[in-house]
Structure formats: structure tokens, C-alpha cells
């Protein structure tokens, strides 16, 4: 808080006057949702194999 505070703040280390004022949720997840699939073999994942559009090309 040093970094953003003023030099001059007066609070007491520790003192937290909206303490009362937060609320904690505890999430719990239910659902993932995405892609899963798994992994080509080792032989068959870049760059052993080059699926791009242009393969094998030079700048």
C-alpha cells in the first residue's frame, strides 16, 4: 500500500474499516465446458510433422 498511498496516511497497520462490508463466496464448479481431445503421439506433434498451410517454408 506504500506504493500507492500517500506519505502522510495516518491508519494503523492492521486497521481495516470495511472489514464488515466484504463478502467471501465460496464457487464450486459444476460444469467444465471446451474442447478435449487427446494428443497425437510424440512422432505425429509439431514440428516432426508440419500441418501449416505453407510446410517447409524460408523467410
Known amino acids: ?14 486497521f ?5 462490508a466484504i463478502t467471501v463466496y465460496a464457487v464450486t ?3 467444465m465446458t471446451g474442447k478435449e481431445m487427446t494428443l497425437p503421439p510424440l512422432s ?5 510433422i ?5 510446410p517447409n517454408a524460408r523467410p
Open 1 to 14: 500500500m506504500m506504493k500507492y498511498g500517500k506519505p502522510d496516511t495516518s491508519r494503523p497497520k492492521g
Open 16 to 20: 481495516f474499516p470495511r472489514l464488515d
Open 29 to 31: 464448479v459444476e460444469r
Open 44 to 48: 505425429e506433434q509439431w514440428p516432426a
Open 50 to 54: 508440419d500441418r501449416t498451410m505453407t
